[in-house]
């Protein structure tokens, strides 16, 4: 399915229902995608073995992964990362290997569960459970991770403190 060279869709788009599965199709093809497994496939990383690819001339992600734009990604999930294939360590890598290694090109915000931590909002008064490899990622392996509950009442100051992040890499974003 082509989207006619954009992102997005409009009416002219004589398939509107291929069009919303490209522009929706993340993962490679299991019932509950992981969320580093989806993310791998959409940049087309080999550690993710379904030999199709997101990012080609045609394919559904053309144009996801540009020379002249930092790598955003913002990961909402309530559940514990436990099986994507892989672990932090070679998620690092990937991210980073597909903006030429610059680590203030790769940006990474999640908002998920806090039971591995206490005190925690999601469970209060009990104890911090196994760590999720979530945490792990993001705050001892990304330069430029930041994680919030799912649980919070509100997320409007970590959107802006992420967003107060982002303008000075931006500013010093040099594109390849």
Same mark, same amino acid.
């Given at each position: ?6 992102? %997005?869709?409009?009416?002219?788009? &004589? ?22 497994? @989806?993310?791998? @496939? ?11 690819? $997101? ?6 992600? &053309? ?16 559940? %514990? ?14 991210? %980073? ?21 206490? !005190?925690?909002?999601?469970? !209060?008064?009990?104890? @911090? ?9 993001? &705050? ?7 994680? @919030? ?9 970590? $959107?802006? &403190? ?10 010093? $974003?040099?594109?390849?």
């Amino acid at each position: 399915m082509k989207l006619r060279g954009r992102r %997005y869709i409009t009416n002219e788009d &004589e398939d509107l229902v291929g069009a919303l599965t490209c522009l929706a199709r993340v993962g490679y093809g299991v019932a509950s995608p992981q969320t580093f497994d @989806a993310i791998l @496939a959409a940049l087309d990383h080999p550690l993710i073995p379904s030999g199709e690819t $997101f990012n080609g001339p045609g394919d559904c992600n &053309e144009g996801f992964l540009r020379d002249d734009a930092l790598l955003l990604l913002v990961i909402i999930q309530n559940t %514990y990362e436990h099986w994507s294939l892989g672990g932090p360590y070679q998620w690092r890598k990937a991210l %980073y290997a597909v903006k030429g290694g610059d680590e203030d090109a790769v940006v990474a915000l999640a908002i998920t569960t806090d039971n591995d931590i206490s !005190p925690n909002l999601c469970s !209060p008064g009990e104890p @911090a459970g196994a760590t999720n490899r979530m945490r792990l990622f993001m &705050e001892e392996q990304l330069k430029h991770g930041t994680m @919030a509950s799912i649980c919070a009442p509100a997320y409007g100051s970590f $959107f802006q &403190e992420v967003a107060a992040q982002l303008a000075p890499l931006c500013d010093q $974003f040099i594109p390849r």
